[in-house]
C-alpha cells in the first residue's frame, strides 16, 4: 500500500512568499518574448548578410585601382559594410529589448 501525502492548507507556502518562483505568462510577457525572438532572428539575418558581404566573389567587385576618401575601393567598402552591420546590429538589439 502506498503512502499518502496530505498537505494542509496551513502548510502550503503562502503565495507572497514564492516570490518570482512562479512565472506567468500575461498578454504582454507573450509579446515581449515574441519580439525578442524577432530580434534574434533577425541578428541571425545580419550575420547571415555579413557572411555573404566578406564572402570572396562579392569583394572582388570592389577590388579596384580606385580611391574613394584616401581609401583604395576595397578597403573603403570593407570598413563601411563593417560598420554598417554594427550599426544595424546595435539597432536591433536596442528595438528588441523594447
Known amino acids: ?7 494542509s492548507r496551513e ?3 503562502q503565495e507572497r ?13 507573450l509579446g515581449y518574448m ?6 534574434g532572428q533577425r541578428l541571425v539575418a545580419v550575420f547571415l ?3 555573404l558581404l566578406f ?8 577590388d579596384r585601382p580606385v580611391m574613394v576618401f584616401g581609401l ?9 559594410a563593417w560598420a554598417g552591420l ?3 546590429m546595435a539597432w536591433i538589439a536596442e528595438r528588441g529589448s523594447r
Open 1 to 7: 500500500m502506498r503512502p499518502q501525502f496530505v498537505v
Open 11 to 13: 502548510s502550503r507556502p
Open 17 to 29: 512568499d514564492r516570490g518570482s518562483a512562479i512565472l506567468r505568462a500575461t498578454p504582454s510577457s
Open 34 to 39: 515574441m519580439r525578442k525572438g524577432l530580434a
Open 49 to 51: 548578410v555579413g557572411v
Open 55 to 62: 564572402n570572396y566573389p562579392l569583394m572582388s567587385l570592389f
Open 72 to 80: 583604395p575601393l576595397f578597403h573603403a567598402s570593407l570598413f563601411i
Open 86 to 88: 554594427i550599426a544595424l
